[in-house]
């Protein structure tokens, strides 16, 4: 393991804050660049389809033990956090994870690659040696606080992390998160991950929703690029934006990712489907996050080109949600209770 923790800060210099692990490949930490062909068709002929069950959860301000002066000021000005709570609550995430038995786990508000490493050793020392996660990375922006990790079953390859473009912006820029894009093989298939934590609605919803056009941009321009190439995508994660404040596709269901031109969003882009809507176009209950008595439905997975998702449910068990009511169990740092704010989303997906 000494050897392995070696490998990834070699990695970590190279890939600015960006690693993986058990055999993953990786890409250059990029920015935005320019659209391929759209064409469609290609890459089909691989083999049989696959299925993968991806989960997806905020895990709600995920730190270590350790302080590096970056953790929110809850964090620095409590106590009583420390080794013991943060086994406590790493323990806690792991039951979680074991509960959902996902083949790609996806979290948002991980503080760093070390993290990744104990929630990975804790699943390997205490779990069915079948289902460890052998395979994962990790990315955050430079002196961010938090960043977006991925444990996988099966291998991971090619990493990249997208960053964002703000030079039209005559705003100053908020801190932002890169998308990260890899691919997950499963026999003959690979599968398009795209991971997302869009901008917060801190300051106000309307005052920030241009950076999440931003990022709604970026991710539009990305997708489109795999589905020239023919490729199975399903993006993933914390959006910050409610399903029903998407511009609606033209077909029943789906979902139109804009790009920006000249700094203002238009209404061209990419289709993408979610699993929000059932097969009557009615939302699926409950939703993932809960705020001010409302549900609502910021945790987005969408998918297109050559991934279907056959199966999803906000995962609204017992002990990360109140029961009945189904309210996550947020995680209060004064006494340690808790799981996080949000619940996790499952899929089953084939491509």
């Known amino acids: 393991m000494e050897n392995m923790k070696k490998i990834f800060l070699v990695l970590m210099q190279v890939i600015l804050l960006a690693f993986c692990f058990g055999g993953c490949s990786l890409g250059d930490a990029e920015g ?14 691989l083999g049989s389809r696959q299925k993968l069950r991806v989960a997806n959860w905020n895990v709600q301000t995920f730190f270590d033990s350790t302080t590096s002066g970056l953790e929110y000021d809850e964090f620095k000005k409590d106590g009583s956090w420390g080794q013991e709570a943060y086994t406590v609550r790493l323990e806690r995430l792991c039951q979680v994870i074991k509960a959902l038995d996902a083949d790609v786990f996806v979290m948002e508000e991980i503080e760093n690659e070390g993290v990744m490493m104990d929630i990975s050793n804790f699943l390997a020392g205490e779990w069915d040696k079948k289902k460890v996660y052998a395979y994962g990375c990790f990315a955050k922006d430079f002196g961010a606080a938090i960043g977006c990790g991925v444990l996988s079953r099966w291998p991971i390859s090619g990493l990249t992390v997208h960053g964002v473009d703000f030079r039209k912006q005559k705003s100053d820029m908020p801190r932002m998160r890169p998308l990260m894009q890899l691919s997950v093989c499963k026999g003959s298939r690979m599968l398009t991950l795209m991971v997302n934590h869009w901008k917060s609605m801190s300051g106000g919803e309307n005052a920030t929703e241009k950076w999440r056009n931003v990022q709604e941009s970026v991710l539009s321009r990305k997708v489109g690029e795999e589905l020239a190439l023919g490729k199975a995508v399903l993006c993933c994660g914390d959006f910050n934006r409610d399903i029903g404040k998407f511009k609606k596709g033209t077909d029943s269901g789906t979902i139109l990712l804009r790009e920006l031109a000249f700094g203002k969003q238009n209404d061209f882009g990419v289709e993408v489907l979610s699993p929000w809507y059932d097969f009557s176009q009615s939302l699926v209950e409950p939703g993932s996050y809960y705020f001010n008595g409302e549900w609502s439905r910021i945790d987005q997975f969408f998918y297109a080109g050559d991934a279907e998702v056959e199966y999803f449910e906000a995962a609204a068990s017992e002990p990360w949600s109140e029961g009945e009511s189904k309210i996550p169990k947020k995680y209060k740092i004064w006494n340690g209770s ?11 997906v084939s491509f």
């Open 32 to 45: 935005e660049s320019s659209n391929s062909e759209r064409r469609r068709g290609t890459g089909r002929e």
């Open 338 to 348: 808790g799981f996080s704010d949000h619940l996790p989303i499952v899929c089953d």
